[in-house]
């Protein structure tokens, strides 16, 4: 190569990309932490390794220009590469010096998809124009260098600046080529570098890098960082939905997911609302055997206390209040979604709620778990079935109504035609005490749902009772409006003309009633 193209390659690699130069995620120093050698300055101010690491890439038939990076065959960089490094035992380190330095000013140009051939680089990318691999993905492919490179790549995280958008760029695009490695030479040791980064980098940089572990990680790596994953769970509550996600996408055997599902159930009363419905959908997801099954159900019912949704929120905090409202509804959706493609959960829950003896021993849980049941069609005999022997055996009470419907709206109006369905089956019951309970339903129901549409939809159903002519099924529905009246009236008197309509084509009916 000539003396005047060997200075012009020089000048275009100090002055490509204008953005990279603003990002410097590495200290400066006259000695490298990771070789200790000394960088001997040449002339134009490029240091030997420095010219030996592009002397390398060139001669490997790597192009730099203004416009990127570019070479014909990857593969073939990366052998001859492996090649130097064969050559002389010195090579390794002049590289490695020199890669450090080339990364404190273009480490965003390493880090992008390498292109094919230079004159598609003026023009607009087309198919095939880009190579899958970046500079430092033919890198990390080198066993020799693919630990140190590790490092010193890790190295940006600790200086990141996570409020600045070009930096968390980065960021992700280092992670993006941890992703996947062909080879993990040293799964103990990256594993180690995950934990350290995660043990000092700011809140959002740790997320970022957990949701990326699963895809870094091999089967092995997995089985290591999974005791850290539990413990980093149990410290820090603002990262609970990253790890669960990512623990969901470990390759664990049984026993690592049983110790993972025991730390979930046991953080399950001290997290924030807003965090239950993940925790609730990894348990009922990772749970696969029957046994399995009946403990996350048995664990889920002790537990889920809908009475006082987070030792947390204030009845004072409004904002607080609405979003135990909000974490209500997405943990019955996660339970819904457990339900529907798990049948042991179906059975789990039956067998637990038909395992209570006494009234007092019947949660929320367990009313809301029957409603959600009986929106699935395979399930709703068996629903029915179970609520009416509760309430036969007076098990389920009116208190029961009360607390798991009051103070609940929210949660529940994706369930008020189960609620209305089950008001009017009861209510056409011939057992007394199973009528009665039906009126309590269908009064708590209109207590609770206060807009118009729904209130209507009540007293259409009550309606329908009057006029049954069956006396029993008339005196229940007469019950209930009358029941309504005395403790809501005010509400009920929007409905009069409507109320007045309906009784004009209602048979006669007696004095009595």
Not at 32 to 60: A, N, V
Not at 166 to 189: G, K, Y
Not at 237 to 257: K, Q
Not at 306 to 327: I, L
Request: proline share 3%; glycine share 4%; aromatic share 8%.
């Amino acid at each position: 190569m000539s003396k005047s193209s060997s200075k012009s390659k020089r000048r275009i690699e100090d002055e490509e990309d204008e953005e990279d130069n603003n990002i410097t995620p590495f200290k400066k120093t006259n000695k490298t932490q990771s070789t200790g050698s000394t960088d001997t300055q040449l002339d134009g101010g490029i240091s030997r390794e420095k010219d030996f690491f592009r002397r390398t890439l060139m001669s490997g038939g790597l192009k730099f220009t203004d416009n990127g990076y570019f070479v014909p065959e990857p593969a073939t960089l990366r052998k001859h590469i492996e090649k130097c490094f064969k050559a002389n035992a010195s090579n390794l380190e002049e590289f490695m010096t020199g890669m450090k330095a080339h990364f404190e000013k273009h480490l965003k140009n390493c880090l992008q998809p390498l292109q094919i051939n230079e004159e598609q680089s003026s023009k607009q990318s087309s198919i095939g124009s880009f190579h899958n691999d970046s500079l430092i993905k033919i890198f990390l492919g080198i066993e020799r260098i693919q630990k140190d490179l590790i490092n010193i790549l890790f190295e940006y995280f600790y200086s990141c600046d996570d409020s600045s958008p070009s930096q968390q760029q980065i960021l992700r695009m280092i992670l993006s080529q941890l992703r996947w490695l062909e080879n993990i030479v040293d799964p103990h040791s990256l594993c180690e570098t995950l934990q350290n980064a995660l043990g000092i980098v700011p809140v959002s940089v740790k997320k970022e890098i957990i949701s990326f572990i699963p895809d870094i990680l091999d089967d092995n790596g997995h089985q290591i960082i999974v005791g850290f994953l539990i413990d980093l769970f149990n410290e820090e509550t603002e990262l609970t939905v990253p790890i669960l996600d990512c623990l969901s996408n470990l390759n664990l055997n049984s026993a690592g997911s049983a110790i993972v599902r025991e730390n979930v159930i046991g953080q399950l009363h001290s997290v924030n609302t807003e965090d239950l419905p993940v925790m609730v959908a990894f348990l009922l997801q990772t749970a696969v055997t029957t046994e399995e099954v009946q403990t996350v159900v048995s664990a889920l019912r002790i537990k889920l206390n809908f009475e006082f949704t987070s030792p947390n929120d204030s009845d004072s905090t409004s904002k607080k209040r609405g979003t135990a409202k909000v974490g209500e509804s997405l943990v019955l959706e996660a339970i819904k979604s457990g339900i529907r493609f798990k049948k042991e959960a179906t059975a789990a829950f039956l067998k637990e709620i038909e395992s209570v003896k006494v009234a007092p021993k019947h949660r929320i849980i367990d009313f809301w778990v029957l409603l959600i049941m009986h929106t699935l069609p395979n399930c709703k005999d068996a629903v029915e079935r179970t609520f009416k022997k509760r309430i036969k055996a007076l098990l389920f009470t009116d208190n029961l109504i009360l607390t798991s419907i009051l103070g609940h709206t929210d949660a529940l109006r994706d369930y008020f035609k189960q609620l209305l369905a089950l008001s009017d089956l009861f209510l056409r019951d011939k057992e007394p005490v199973v009528q009665s309970f039906g009126e309590r339903l269908y009064h708590t129901i209109f207590q609770a749902f206060e807009e118009a549409t729904f209130r209507q939809e009540v007293l259409a159903g009550i309606f329908l009772h009057i006029g049954s002519a069956v006396r029993l099924e008339v005196n229940s529905g007469l019950a209930v409006l009358s029941e309504i009246s005395k403790t809501d009236l005010e509400g009920l008197l929007d409905y009069v003309p409507y109320i007045k309509g309906v009784l004009e084509y209602i048979d006669p009916i007696s004095d009595s009633q």
